[in-house]
RNA sequence: GGCCUUAUCGUCUAGUGGCCUAGGACAUCGCCUUCUCAAGGCGGGAACAUGGGUUCGAUUCCCAUUAAGGCUACCA
């Protein structure tokens, strides 16, 4: 009942929305907003969200991106209902509609070269007129050549009078995003469809499958608006219904240009390697270019399909702002599950540390306010356990002398000796060494402890780090302290 | 060159003719907290591209200019 209302009320087919990537290439950033935005679609009016492997350019093409777009987008959390479907394995349904358009005289055999077509562009550079190949074999039915092209139908000539007229004929569409979008067909100009009657190129390629898989909504770049009229073109000429265009605005660089990697890390494996969490891109991507009504940022992806509105998705492009991304990562992070971090954390690439995995817990547990990513963990936990070399001056307080200090920290010693077999660890060290840092004074005790526990003038505070290291190595690093301090005063 | 798209703080954005002295977030700056560094709390500075209309009234509607970007393949 509820499935037949729901019917009823989106159409036949319900939503039905793909994402549709080239393997030629890592999962782009750009990509995977392009397939977040589409699943949410989905999801929010209960419809299919579908993959569709783009591989018509075999010279490109390589499993290997394949694999780690599938990945990837598991990774994300972005599951798709159907597919992945294969473009080089629809060969024959293309084949098919191909013949048709060539039967109908819909579309046509060009006999240029690539070289005759270069030297034609190139005249037009010169020329400065549009950049579009004039075909004089396009009524010539020529039984093979070169390529196939769409043959752009020409408007029907309108006579007034003793002239004839040659009206322009457009393509309006309305796009969800953009209202209605206009173009000329002329300046379009035949355009190829395939390289041959089992090799079809994009354009055309889109069009049949947007159609038998039934798409009703085309959510894509910005980029493709400049494909939608030629697409339209093809649609009218197989007589299928048109879907419905949402153009997404651009992902940026710092300087305005389309996203790419001479500026920024684009795939989305980088950005897992560098200890992003899945959460926090899947928000950040959906803030690129989008916002909710209120002034809500950290969501989750339930939280956003449950506010998702389509019509309020952004013109204008966005810079991709990893400070943003970093705060953003950051605030995931600290409500993070330890256990769940040090699982990701030891997934790392390159990581190295000296401690065991209740140290690591403990490190992720007090160093978790201080990452904004994964890879910070790296360098959070060696301020916790490696020692630096440093000089002994380094121990001093302000001006407070070497005696004093030394006295300050045999103190500390002593009073960590006491508390040796029960409550060394954070809270029992901090109740037991307070009151001698209020008495001697916070900076005075507090200081030279810390120096001697890290050789770092910045670091955690002394009493994580205790609780990190334990009580021989915190003895044994307190010892050499109170040592480099004796050379000192002699 | 042609076609298309876009235009609010440095960045992401709120805003759909009067609620705007233009709101939030990141970043930045200052203060508080504090043994240091972070984190956290509080506060400050920071924008409607320009010029014309329309209107009693424009950030908001229209036009032009400017600027930026995309597309212009036998890539997708």
């Not at 995977?32 to 949410?40: P, V």
């Not at 041959?196 to 190129?201: K, Q």
């Not at 605030?331 to 790392?348: P, R, S, T, V």
């Not at 037991?432 to 050789?455: F, H, I, K, N």
């Amino acid at each position: 009942m509820f499935k037949f209302l729901k019917r009823l009320f989106k159409g036949e087919n319900g939503v039905r929305v793909r994402i549709a990537p080239s393997p030629t290439g890592y999962l782009h950033i750009g990509t995977a907003r392009t397939a977040l935005f589409n699943y949410i679609f989905a999801k929010k009016y209960g419809g299919k969200f579908i993959l569709r492997i783009e591989d018509t350019d075999l010279e490109r093409s390589d499993k290997k991106y394949e694999k780690d777009i599938i990945e990837n987008l598991k990774w994300l959390g972005l599951d798709w209902d159907e597919g992945p479907y294969r473009q080089s394995e629809r060969l024959n349904i293309y084949e098919k509609y191909l013949n048709k358009l060539l039967k109908e005289k819909k579309a046509y055999w060009c006999p240029h070269t690539k070289e005759e077509l270069e030297e034609e562009r190139n005249g037009q550079i010169a020329n400065k007129t549009v950049l579009i190949h004039k075909c004089d074999a396009r009524d010539k039915d020529l039984s093979r050549g070169e390529l196939i092209r769409f043959k752009i139908p020409k408007a029907k000539p309108v006579i007034s009078g003793n002239e004839t007229i040659y009206p322009a004929d457009s393509i309006i569409f309305n796009d969800i995003i953009r209202s209605q979008v206009h173009f000329f067909t002329d300046p379009i100009g035949d355009f190829a469809l395939a390289k041959n009657i089992s090799t079809p190129l994009y354009n055309f390629a889109v069009v049949i499958d947007d159609y038998e898989m039934k798409i009703s909504h085309v959510i894509r770049g910005e980029d493709h608006i400049a494909n939608t009229p030629k697409q339209i073109l093809i649609q009218r000429a197989l007589n299928f219904s048109t879907p419905q265009y949402a153009h997404l605005p651009l992902i940026l660089d710092p300087d305005r240009s389309k996203m790419s990697k001479r500026h920024s890390a684009t795939s989305i494996e980088e950005y897992q390697k560098q200890g992003y969490l899945p959460e926090t891109l899947v928000n950040f991507m959906a803030l690129l270019g989008w916002h909710p009504s209120d002034n809500k940022e950290k969501m989750s992806l339930p939280e956003i399909i449950q506010c998702f509105d389509i019509k309020r998705i952004q013109k204008g492009g966005a810079i991709f702002d990893v400070q943003k991304l970093d705060w953003l990562n950051s605030q995931y992070i600290k409500k993070y599950d330890n256990e769940a971090l040090l699982k990701l954390i030891k997934q790392l690439p390159d990581f190295e540390i000296a401690a065991n995995d209740s140290q690591l817990l403990k490190i992720i547990n007090y160093g978790k306010e201080r990452a904004a990513t994964l890879k910070n963990f790296q360098a959070i936990a060696d301020s916790y356990t490696r020692l630096n070399d440093y000089k002994s001056e380094m121990l001093l307080w302000k001006n407070t002398g070497a005696k004093n200090t030394k006295e300050n920290l045999r103190k500390t010693k002593e009073i960590l000796f006491v508390i040796l077999e029960r409550e060394f660890n954070k809270s029992g060290s901090e109740k037991y060494l307070m009151p001698l840092a209020d008495s001697q004074g916070r900076g005075e005790v507090l200081w030279p402890l810390r120096v001697a526990l890290t050789g770092r003038d910045k670091s955690p505070g002394p009493f994580e780090i205790i609780d990190v290291l334990g009580k021989e190595e915190s003895l044994k690093r307190i010892n050499m302290a109170i040592e480099k301090l004796s050379n000192l005063i002699i």
